[in-house]
């Protein structure tokens, strides 16, 4: 069975500080797909990045970057220098299907960056 | 390009009522979605629609919860009767087919009383 965990439930910095937000899975399937969103205080869930499991490079995008480590089946996501806007909560999401068709979610850690 | 659009994006209904909620997905997007997201959680998946059809209805709890895609455009999602616990927000994604991105709505927040 898929499973996702996100341990920290909550998480606060001061503006400029880097943090990091760890996601842990569990699946018996060989391929997979990972995911994570973002999800302002709005509503709406917006996409970050997906990860297929043979792709273990990761992968930085602007202040954002991504650690995937199949050895400890670990996807970690990192602000760097974050700022007030990056505050939301953030989910990562595993597919053991090729597209998004049956995304499995963390239960989401809530990211609070203090002026 | 207009994003998926919900609505409404708050109801309140006593339980034992019924209630709908409505989704406009991207146009062009074929597949649908519809997720329960409780408090403090992450979204669960209700039901996936490849066009007109309900591809993956397994966790849609169908004594009380329909849900239809005519049109295989728009979509409505029901519930009848509510109960308390049913008080979650529910959103709406859509896809094109074998896309690996989904887009998803503001959702609706549902609260019954």
């Keep these: 069975a898929q499973k996702v965990t996100q341990a920290q439930t909550e998480i606060s910095v001061v503006e400029k500080e ?42 930085i995008s602007g202040r954002y970057s991504w650690n995937f480590q199949k050895s400890t089946s670990s996807f970690n996501f990192t602000i760097t220098a974050s700022q007030v806007v990056d505050s939301a909560v953030y989910f990562c999401a595993l597919s053991e299907e090729g597209g998004a068709q049956k995304l499995v979610f963390g239960q989401g850690t809530r990211l609070t960056i203090n002026p | 390009e207009a994003g998926v659009v919900q609505s409404p994006r708050y ?27 409780n408090l403090g959680q992450g979204p669960e998946l209700l039901i996936r629609y ?3 059809e309900a591809v993956d209805d397994s966790q849609l709890p169908k004594d009380r919860f329909s849900a239809e895609r005519l049109k295989g455009v728009d979509s409505t999602l029901k519930i009848q009767p ?12 859509s896809s094109l087919e074998g896309q690996t991105e989904a887009f998803f709505g503001q959702g609706t927040r549902l609260t019954v009383v």
């Design chain 2, 82 to 93: 509510a109960e308390l616990g049913d008080s979650a927000v529910y959103l709406c994604a």
């Design chain 1, 18 to 59: 880097d943090v990091t937000l760890d996601c842990v899975y569990e699946t018996r399937d060989t391929t997979y797909y990972l995911f994570w969103y973002k999800q302002p205080p709005s509503g709406e869930l917006v996409f970050l990045i997906r990860r297929n499991s043979f792709d273990e490079q990761n992968e």
């Design chain 2, 11 to 37: 109801k309140i209904i006593e339980k034992k009522q019924p209630v709908a909620f409505w989704c406009n997905p991207i146009s062009g997007h074929n597949t649908l979605y519809w997720y329960l997201q």
């Design chain 2, 50 to 52: 490849e066009n007109e």
